[in-house]
């Protein structure tokens, strides 16, 4: 079992930065690959970013150059820094693992989820 808990999330302006969270108990963290995923009043849960074990990013177009992530295995958490927000960022962001293999931007490949944490980017 992985239990995942995001924090972070908040009401920003526009252009404004915000940094989310995703903390992991339970198995083995430094093998996982790790995503975070939004989903936005609507709309379908989207792939944002992922990090495989290894470091190695991924991310959406969308947010290329804005946002960045990267994982602290000793701390076994995640990190999502969100830069120059817009509007359309504005979601529910949900973290996952993936126990096996490397990232992947498809929902059903991941095994564990957090309960999710809003952001809202004012314009």
């Known amino acids: 079992q992985v239990q995942l808990v995001e924090s972070g999330g908040g009401l920003v302006q526009a252009g404004g930065p915000l940094r989310l969270s995703c903390a992991a108990s339970?198995?083995?963290?430094?093998?996982?690959?790790m995503g975070w995923f939004r989903r936005a009043p609507g709309k379908e849960r989207e792939f944002v970013a992922a990090?495989?074990?290894?470091?190695?990013?991924y991310y959406a177009d969308s947010v290329k150059g804005r946002f960045t992530l990267s994982r602290d295995n000793a701390k076994r958490t995640v990190y999502l820094q969100m830069n120059n927000l817009k509007p359309e960022d504005s979601a529910v962001y949900y973290c996952?693992?993936?126990?096996?293999?490397?990232?992947?931007?498809?929902?059903?490949?991941?095994?564990?989820w957090g309960q999710g944490t809003q952001v809202t980017v004012s314009s």
């Open positions: 996952a693992a993936k126990l096996t293999g490397w990232y992947s931007l498809y929902t059903n490949e991941y095994d564990y």
């Open positions: 339970g198995r083995t963290f430094s093998s996982n690959a």
């Open positions: 990090v495989n074990r290894n470091g190695g990013t």
